[in-house]
T-cell receptor, first 115, second 114 residues
């Protein structure tokens, strides 16, 4: 069984500061990892994904994440926060196949940007 | 435009009154699924479908039914809704259940059961 743990249900940063959202996973097989963003009153939008290619993955809106197998982590970062980054962020893991594993989501981290 | 649509977007109903939330995708995806989102719990999968006439339970299927008679549609049915089914529901579709493919999400349906 696979699982995802997001550390911190709420993270607050100042505009222009570094954004770091933490995600740790457990999986019995090499995972595929995703970060999704949910803006208020909207559905989920894919930010980036790791699918066993480069360990540093670049996504939309200046976000990137690094897959670290030894730490079973896939933390999301952005060098400089913008007010428009305020949203809910979800880390998710999926197995590589062998059935409809679908996505297992973390509980989400609400990112607050302070002016 | 490639998209997943859900209807209705908002619904308030009473306990026991059957309802259906529709989901449709225009990307010819084989895989579709339903999630519910609750504060502090993230998204949890209710049901999924690998293809037409092929459906299976996710993590929280109790109180829900689904059908997949056409590739593009995957309705969620609550035959006797209860207040604990008050939630935000998302439909998603993908080319494949395998994780390498992105899942596309609908805009969500906010359901309140009184």
């Amino acid at each position: 069984a696979q699982s995802v743990t997001q550390l911190g249900s709420h993270v607050s940063v100042s505009e222009g500061a570094l954004v770091l959202l933490r995600c740790n996973y457990s999986s019995s097989v090499p995972p595929y990892l995703f970060w999704y963003v949910q803006y208020p009153n909207q559905g989920l939008q894919l930010l980036l994904k790791y699918t066993s290619a480069a360990t540093l993955v670049k996504g939309i809106n200046g976000f990137e994440a690094e897959f670290k197998k030894s730490e079973t982590s896939f933390h999301l970062t952005k060098p400089s926060a913008h007010m428009s980054d305020a949203a809910e962020y979800f880390c998710a893991v999926s197995g590589p196949g062998g059935g409809a594993d679908g996505l297992t989501f973390g509980k989400g981290t609400h990112l607050i940007i302070q002016p | 435009e490639a998209q997943v649509t859900q209807n209705p977007r908002y619904l308030i109903t009473v306990t026991g009154k059957k309802l259906t939330v529709t989901c449709s995708q225009n990307m010819n995806h084989e895989y579709m699924s339903w999630y519910r989102q609750d504060p502090g719990l993230g998204l949890r999968q209710i049901y999924y479908s690998m293809n037409v006439e092929v459906t299976d339970k996710g993590d929280v299927p109790e109180g829900y039914k689904v059908s997949r008679k056409e590739k593009r549609n995957f309705p969620l049915i609550l035959e006797s809704p209860s207040p604990n089914q008050t939630s935000l529901y998302f439909c998603a579709s993908s080319s494949s259940p395998q994780g390498v493919y992105e899942q596309y999400f609908g805009p969500g349906t906010r359901l309140t059961v009184t």
